[in-house]
Structures are given as C-alpha cells and as structure tokens.
C-alpha cells in the first residue's frame, strides 16, 4: 500500500487523458535534456552511419546517402524514467527495418554506439517490426544537437532510455552486450524497491531552499552523487514523483535531499513548505552510478555548480572529508546572488580546512559591498582561469543552458569528455 504523505494534495491536469500517461509520470510542455556528459557536436560532412557485427558484410551510410532512405514521419507519446511524459511528439526518421532490409544476420541483439562513447543495448526485436526510427527531425525542424542530433535512435515502447542521442550505427550480436548505463552500475528503475522515509529534521538552506534528513527503512545505502526518486500520495490515490540529489555522503542509513522551491512545482512546494518532523513519503534509489565521488581520479577535480546544482557536488565535497581524500579539488559555485548560495558556512568551514579544497564563487545578478569574486556567467575566460593544474575529472551540474555552456567549453580547453561527467536539470522540476 502506498503511504499517503499528509497535507499532500499535487497539481493535478486535467487535460491529460490517464490511459496516455503511465504511473507515477508528470505531462510536461517543455522537451528535457538528460545526457551524461558533453554535446558532441559532428559536422555533417565526416558523419556516417554503420552495421557492423553478426552481419554478412559492413553496411555503411554517408549523410547524403543516409538523407536518401526512405523516411516518415512519427507522432507519439513519449515517457522518461526520469518520471515526464510529452504528449504528441512529432518527429521524422528512416524506419530501422528500411537499414536492416538486405541485412543478413543472425544476430539476436543490439547494442548501438554513439558519437561520445554512449552505447545502448537492447533485443533486435525492440528495433524491427516498425518500432524504432532513426529519428532526424522534430516538430518540422531538423534534430537539435541537444536533443541527439543529428540523429537518434527513437524507440518509443521502451520509454526514453533507450533511445540513445547521437546515433552513429548498430552492432548486431548473439549475445546480450551491457550498455553504457548497465557497465557504469546505474540501476534500472523498475528492479528498485521503494522505501519509506520518515522526516526527522528540517532546516533552511536559504530563503527558498531546505534541506530533509530522512530516516529510511532498509536503506541499501549510497555514493556521494548519486539520487533518489521522491514519490508523494494523496488522500485519494494521486501521486506525484520526482526526482531529487542526495546531499549526504555514504555511510548510514539515512539521507539528506536538499530542495529548492519551484514556484509552479508540485512536489517541491510540498518538501519545502509542508513536510515536518514524523511525515512520511516513498522514496526509491539509489539511482546512479555515473556521476559519483572518485577518490583516486588521477589528478585534480573541479566541481562546477549552478545554483541548486550545488547539491550532489556538496555530497561529493562531505564524502572527501569523510575518506580523507587527498585529492585536489576546486569548487566554482555560480549563484544569483550571496544569500543564493546554498550551504554558504558550511562551505567556508571546509575551505578552511586546508586540505586541498578550494572555492571560487561568480555572482551573476547582484554583488554584495566589498564583493571580490567573480561577477558573470561561467565562460570561456572563467573556467581557463578557474581550472586547476593537472585536471583530470571535471563533475557539472545545473541548469540545462549552464551545463551545455560549461561542458562545451571544457572540451574546447582541451579535456576529454569522457573525463567530463554531467548531470542536469531543466524547467519541468518541481
């Protein structure tokens, strides 16, 4: 039975027909990005696309060639496991069947890579008997490299999860190959148990920003990094799930999430406002296993955070004193404004410690008197001038716009974006 969180009552659609939106999923407007690390951005003239594997010979397409495949246009639902459903997508793609056709193979599995070192695997079966594109275009305009462009896989039955962004071709194998996600010990949701969590404290982090520490029956325990997915009932049934960064390092068996208010939100308001020491929700996790604390990197770190961005990278900086970590790590922390920074004496306290850690905070809309940090946006210039000697691991967390900005311009200094780890989250929180 699920626990009915008191004093929850959600911000219920009506014109969302039931029977289109999964359980526990939230209809969205907007179009998320999710991706684990930078955007590739591949000229058109040096993109190809492949079938390599259990396959008779190499099949191998050009971009013009690629253009000439017989293509439609698509109009669906489509959910994520981050818990949004958007109506109505319209998108247009060449039919995964259309490459296959003339392939001979005996191959039961798939495992598609991508521009970035992203692969997914998934059965044949998911891919043939038209139910997956190589999608290229959406809403009438060719595919935005942030939503996967130029190309990528689009299998609607399996949520979003498998439709990996940036698409480069498909290997056909007999055996099942484990993708990025399974290889880097993220868990599938659907094998995740949901706890309960008991509040036992609150306490403000700024005007619009507080911090739960949870007691959670039968925690299985996390890494610093790592979240959780928050999941509210009502009185008469309706729920609402989101999901949320831990803030707490390792060890233990409770949890800490730091949660900005989102003004239009529907679980958000409910955490920062509503919830108090003895109230109860579910919660599930934890999920992640990408974007996680490494002790031993093989040189510096530089966090990079924007706003409430700052939450796992905290979970990250208590996990290295808790270790005992040796390991020199910078902090760039952008905020709106000082009384915007969250955990502001906390962070000043490890600062202190003389250890390693170091942080360097821009304000973005206002200064305080006297102020001597950085006043703009993280750019080019800023990250140059911020990033430590022998940088080896780079964590960016924030808004959408700010994590893109910030890995893009990471790659262009030089690093690789393998060794540039993202997590981020856009205007459909709350």
């Not at 109506?87 to 392939?103: I, N, T």
């Not at 949890?255 to 208010?261: A, H, K, P, R």
């Not at 946006?377 to 140059?384: F, G, I, K």
């Not at 200094?413 to 981020?424: D, F």
Request: hydrophobic residues 35%.
């Amino acid at each position: 039975m699920p626990i009915v969180s008191r004093g929850f009552r959600g911000r219920r659609r009506d014109d969302a027909p039931p029977d289109r939106v999964p359980p526990g999923q939230y209809v969205t407007d907007d179009f998320p990005v999710l991706s684990a690390g930078p955007t590739p951005h591949t000229p058109l003239d040096e993109w190809d696309f492949t079938i390599v594997g259990e396959v008779d010979e190499l099949h191998r397409w050009t971009w013009d060639e690629f253009r000439t495949l017989p293509s439609e246009a698509i109009t669906v639902d489509i959910s994520c496991v981050t818990k949004w459903t958007k109506l109505d997508m319209v998108w247009e793609g060449v039919p995964v069947d259309a490459l296959l056709d003339g392939v001979e193979t005996s191959a039961e599995y798939v495992t598609a890579f991508c521009d970035g070192g992203y692969t997914t695997n998934l059965p044949l079966a998911d891919l043939t008997g038209g139910k997956a594109w190589l999608a290229f275009g959406y809403d009438g305009e060719p595919l935005e490299p942030e939503h996967g462009g130029p190309v990528r896989l689009l299998v609607p039955h399996l949520y979003f999860w498998k439709s990996a962004k940036w698409v480069r071709g498909l290997r056909l194998t007999e055996t099942d190959e484990p993708g990025f996600w399974e290889s880097n010990g993220t868990a599938v949701l659907g094998r995740l148990n949901w706890h309960v969590a008991e509040v036992a404290d609150v306490w403000p982090e700024t005007d619009r920003v507080k911090t739960l520490a949870l007691d959670v029956e039968g925690w299985p325990g996390h890494r610093a990094g790592q979240h959780v997915d928050v999941r509210l009932t009502a009185d008469d049934g309706y729920q609402a799930q989101r999901s949320y960064s831990i803030a707490s390092p390792a060890g233990g068996s409770g949890v800490e999430l730091t949660v900005e208010q989102i003004d239009d939100g529907e679980v958000s308001p409910y955490l920062t406002e509503e919830a108090r020491a003895g109230d109860r929700f579910e919660l599930r996790g934890p999920v992640g296993g990408y974007f996680v604390w490494d002790p031993n990197p093989g040189g510096s770190v530089l966090l990079v955070g924007g706003g409430s961005g700052i939450v796992p990278l905290m979970a990250m900086v208590r996990q290295r004193v808790a270790n005992g970590d040796a390991v020199r790590t910078r902090l760039l922390y952008s905020a709106r404004a000082w009384e915007d920074v969250i955990y502001r004496d906390e962070l000043e306290r490890h600062a202190q410690r003389g250890d390693g850690f170091e942080i360097v905070y821009t304000l973005t809309r206002e200064q305080p008197p006297g102020w001597k940090g950085y006043s703009r946006r993280v750019d080019r210039e800023l990250l140059a001038e911020v990033a430590p000697e022998e940088l080896a691991l780079t964590f960016v967390c924030g808004p959408t716009p700010f994590v893109e900005a910030a890995a893009e311009v990471l790659v262009g200094l030089g690093l690789e974006p393998s060794r540039i780890k993202t997590e981020r989250f856009g205007p459909t929180g709350g």
